[in-house]
């Protein structure tokens, strides 16, 4: 799987934001996402998680309730849409795949094979 995140940027405390990660693979095959970030001078952290049929979230404790994941796969695009951000948000953001049955996610980064270059998001004022 080939990952291409799109979508950082630069938004004020409470704003908003989409990101997006566009995979490229066989029609056949099905792949959990997630997401993950990494701040300056922090380890990478999980953000977000999707199973294929999209009957299985998972969210960081920080992230619940402002974040949202959702994909489509027609267009082979998963898609974080965060709201109410905060100067914390601030990191790069990476999208990850792994192929796996269509309920499968995973909150651990060291489980998915696949990852995209990263997008960076700066909360600030």
């Known amino acids: 799987v080939q990952l291409q995140a799109s979508g950082g940027g630069s938004v004020q405390p409470g704003g908003s934001l989409r990101l997006s990660c566009a995979a490229s693979t066989r029609a056949s095959l099905t792949y959990a996402m997630g997401w993950f970030r990494q701040a300056p001078g922090k380890e990478r952290e999980f953000v977000a998680a999707i199973s294929w049929s999209g009957g299985s979230t998972y969210y960081a404790e920080s992230v619940k309730g402002r974040f949202t994941i959702s994909r489509n796969n027609a267009k082979n695009t998963v898609y974080l849409q965060m709201n109410s951000l905060k100067p914390e948000d601030t990191a790069v953001y990476y999208c990850?795949?792994?192929?796996?049955?269509?309920?499968?996610?995973?909150?651990?980064?060291?489980?998915?094979?696949?990852w995209g270059q990263g997008t960076e998001l700066t909360v600030s004022s």
């Open positions: 990850a795949a792994e192929f796996a049955t269509t309920s499968w996610a995973s909150t651990r980064s060291a489980l998915y094979n696949y």
